[in-house]
């Protein structure tokens, strides 16, 4: 199906799976002549298909993920910090956290240095020195001015690709969210009650931001909902969301994960219309969304299940 999207299951879903179908199976197998009429349009078979490992190659380089990586952890440089380390002016970006192995790490960054110009442009801060890292093609060795011990120094880094880096974050944070093959059309999701509640659908595939990742992504306090995906012609998609995004809040409310971000669409579900507050590309914007309301329960046989939102 063009628009479905398939993460790999940890072993104990599949075999809870298997001990819930294939009884059903069995039962079907030996009913009496003449056969049971054809499942309805929208549902193909009893047992749905095992899913399939997801390119993970593909879903980072469409979210952006193949950009330059150095390596640190950043913060805002505050006038306590300026006058700690005897900085000429309260401005650049002070490292919390160099990763081993990095760029930063090869080219001699420490925690606690002050990155104060990047590549012959001031940095003026954490929004700024993302900026520009962002633009920065990987592989592009680049001069990096820092305050270390009261005295400004320099030094070369080469940047490198921050997809290999992320590609191990993801798939940590990936099962938290797993998928199966579902169908389309107003009977999606029939019957998940009991999984997730009769929660309002915005229609994208999210993953909990955090550590690193957060930090890349630019999410305040490094939390929020990452988009992974967002389903063709889904109340996301007509409002015009991307993946890549990243939704901070809804209707004015803090969302620091995905668990959060269905709770408050289930508080909403008598709303017409919400209004996400998302970062792209480390701008904040907002987006009104008319989630689609559920379809009442009713017995029918589905596709699968999935837990995207």
Known sequence: MKNSKVWKLPAVAIAT????????RGRAQQAPEPPAPPAPPEASEIVPPMPDMIDLDAQLAQIGMGSAWMGVTIE???????????????RGVLLTEVQDNSPAAKAGLKPGDVITEYDGERVEGTTAFRRMIRETPPGRTVSVTYWRDAKSQSVSVQLESR?????????????????????????????????????????????????????YFGAPDGEGVLVTDVLADTPAAKAGL?????????????????????????????????TLTLLRKGAEMSLAVEPQQPAPPKPSVSTGRHMSI
Do not use: C, W
Request: net charge negative; no cysteine; hydrophobic share 40%.
């Open 163 to 215: 997809q290999d880096e992320m590609q191990e974050a993801i798939q940590k944070a990936m099962p938290h969210e797993f998928v199966y093959r579902f169908g389309v059309g107003p009977n999606m999701f029939p019957d998940m009650p009991m999984m997730m509640g009769r929660t309002p659908r915005l229609g994208v595939e999210a993953i909990d931001l955090s550590g690193q990742l957060g930090e």
């Open 242 to 274: 991307k993946a890549g995004d990243v939704i901070t809040k809804l209707d004015g409310d803090r969302v620091h994960n995905v668990g959060e971000l269905r709770a408050k669409l289930v508080e909403k579900h008598e709303v017409k219309s919400v």
């Open 17 to 24: 799976l298997l001990a819930a179908y294939l009884p059903i």
């Open 76 to 90: 805002e440089v505050s006038e306590d910090k300026t006058k700690e380390l005897k900085l000429p002016a309260v």
